[in-house]
């Protein structure tokens, strides 16, 4: 992409001076044009299923004297109906967050908790291709956030794992407090993400397969979700992947009790 300047030429009163301002649009430009490919990926994420459901209302009104097709049918309907609901619902929480203050009120938010609430939302998914859904490290972590949100990022994540891996693996969810942050890892033994693709995958509607994350109910959203709620928290979101092995997210949220410690350190030496 060319550099390019939009130029303000203004005479100086009575001086003969002219003032001349160069501002360099290519930052700006280049955030329209990710706003334009936004708005064109929402039409055609909506505009599909809407476009599904009214064929399907054509063929069940053309077959309404055959009930085993209006049963096929309607079935298929709510289907459809039902990723509609997913898409709006996903993208309606992404302007939630991108329209909140960061971290305005945050509460004590135990990482435990939101880990259960997370793997129960999965449970029945996981047990019908009998992935095993394990977490260790979780107790007594407690930092300040919006448990909601986290709730959110955490079972977008733990749903992909179990979305994108196969029969009888193992999803594990593992919590680590270092120095300044505690980290939540959610590990599969999947498919994987191909290397070309490991940096894009947080792009909204950015999908490795689009025929696969359909096929699972994806709406390519779950990811901009987290990586936005983990930016809401002055944190972030790390993949590491292989194909054919497996993947690992990787959540990072600053440690309140840093700041505390610091602070208490700063009063013993006084
Ligand atoms: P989707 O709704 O398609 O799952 P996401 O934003 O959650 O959208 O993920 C984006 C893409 O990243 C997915 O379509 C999938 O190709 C890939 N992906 C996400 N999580 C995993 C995972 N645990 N294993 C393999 N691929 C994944």
């Known amino acids: 992409d060319a550099t390019s300047f939009a130029v303000r030429v203004a005479p100086l009163g009575g001086t003969g001076l002219v003032l001349v301002l160069a501002e360099d649009q290519t930052e700006r430009r280049r955030v329209e044009a990710v706003r334009r490919d936004f708005v064109a990926n929402i039409s055609h994420e909506l505009k599909t299923p809407v476009g599904a459901l009214s064929l399907l209302a054509e063929t069940v009104a053309d ?25 709006i619902q996903d993208l309606i929480t992404l302007s939630r967050i991108q329209g909140a203050e960061p971290m305005a009120e945050p509460d004590k938010v135990v990482i435990g908790e939101v880990v259960e609430e997370a793997l129960d939302a999965v449970r029945m998914a996981a047990d019908a291709k009998q992935i095993s859904l394990v977490s260790s490290g979780t107790e007594g972590i407690v930092i300040m956030g919006d448990e909601s949100l986290l709730v959110t990022a955490m079972r977008n994540l733990v749903a992909n794992a179990v979305a994108y891996s196969p029969e009888r693996t193992r999803v594990s969810v593992s919590v680590e407090v270092t120095d300044n942050a ?7 033994q999947g498919i994987g993400i191909p290397p070309q693709d490991l940096e894009r995958v947080f792009e909204r509607f950015y999908r490795v397969d689009a025929a696969r994350s359909r096929a699972t109910g ?21 993949v590491w992947s292989k194909e054919g092995s497996g993947s690992t997210f990787t959540l990072r949220l600053p440690r309140p009790e840093t700041r505390e410690r610091q602070r208490s350190g700063e009063n013993t030496d006084r």
């Open 182 to 188: 505690v980290e939540i890892s959610i590990a599969d």
């Open 63 to 87: 077959a309404s004297d055959d009930p085993d097709a209006v049963r096929r049918f309607t079935g298929r309907m709510q289907q459809e109906a039902a990723r509609l609901t997913s898409v």
């Open 218 to 238: 994806g709406t390519g959203l779950g990811l901009a979700i987290v990586k936005h709620i983990m930016t809401h928290h002055r944190g972030d979101v790390t």
